[in-house]
DNA sequence: ATGTCGTGAAAGTCACGA
């Protein structure tokens, strides 16, 4: 089973190219950030014509997700346990939650489709709202993976975080002045891998970025960031196979500024399964 | 030139977010 994680920046305006990709790759599970619309607004029809079945969570231009599977899709869930909400100009408990998180589980995996908070700047309130988030995201799934020991399940998505130096290649992202690179970020995202789930891609790809602003010449430059990831817990580590980051896709007309992330497991490789010959 | 995108609202350009 093949699953991706691709920040598409608009949905609408990509839409021919992203079923195109998919078709070619043979991808059953595409985790979508950034669908820039709302529910009703998303082309179901073009991903039902390519054989796939979308669930979505959109409410505006800003943000989104969505999980396209080929191979079915159930259990849909919009909002992590303790995920805060933002409100420009507001602070407080109570404020709305966007969509950045969907999650459904597709032939035994679950798959959350994830676009973590910008952070906008060091000082903004958009920072604290980010470091909130993803520790309201590491609860959360810890307390999913205590529940569910033996289950696969992969955090996915546009974390905005450049966990180590070598993950950052654009010259104006700049510690102590930038967001992406803070101590605290990096923090946060260390405490998911501290938690037990692992980077299933870096392993097997480990070099090459996943965005590339589209300012300044900073795909031909290769001054891009790793910022896109597949987090995996110890069961769906296990049955990763193979993986690869697309850069082909930051190519040609009409790029997002994120290319797919991609992992294939072996789903035939359980150590459990008798009926497999032994070869010695 | 923050030198490019995408969106929506108002409008044939701007504000916002990234």
């Known amino acids: 089973m093949r699953i991706a994680t691709w920040n598409v920046n608009s949905v609408r305006a990509r839409v021919g190219r992203i079923v195109d990709w998919l078709g070619r790759e043979e991808v059953d599970v595409l985790a979508m950030q950034e669908i820039k619309c709302k ?3 998303f082309p179901h029809a073009e991903f039902e014509a390519a054989g796939y079945e979308v669930v979505t969570h959109g409410l505006n231009q800003w943000n989104g997700v969505a999980i396209a ?4 899709i159930e259990d849909v869930a919009r909002t992590f346990d303790g995920m805060p909400g933002f409100l420009k100009g507001h602070e407080g408990p109570d404020l709305p939650l966007e969509p950045r998180a969907i999650g459904a589980t597709a032939n035994g995996v679950r798959v959350w489709s994830l676009y973590v908070p910008n952070g906008r700047g060091l000082d903004d309130p958009h920072y604290a709202y980010k470091l909130d988030w993803l520790e309201a995201l590491r609860g959360s799934t810890a307390a999913w993976m205590a529940a569910n020991p033996d289950a696969p399940i992969a955090l996915t998505g546009d974390f905005n975080i450049a966990p180590t130096d070598a993950d950052n290649g654009d010259p104006t992202i700049i510690e102590g002045v930038s967001t992406h690179v803070s101590p605290a970020e ?3 995202f260390q405490a998911l891998l ?3 789930l692992t980077d299933v891609v870096r392993p097997r790809i480990p070099e090459g970025f996943t965005y590339w602003d ?4 900073r795909f031909p430059r290769n001054e891009g960031l790793r910022i896109d990831f597949i987090l995996g817990s110890k069961p769906f580590a296990d049955l990763v196979a193979g993986a690869g980051i697309h850069r082909e896709e ?3 007309d009409a790029p997002s500024d994120h290319v797919p ?3 294939d497991l072996d789903l035939s490789a359980d150590e459990d399964d008798d009926d497999r010959p032994m070869i010695f």
């Open 39 to 41: 529910d009703e607004q």
């Open 194 to 196: 501290d938690s037990g």
């Open 261 to 263: 992330v991609v992992v």
């Open 250 to 252: 930051r190519k040609g």
């Open 69 to 72: 599977s080929r191979v079915g």
């Open 214 to 217: 589209y300012k300044q010449l």
């Open 186 to 188: 990096r923090a946060a």
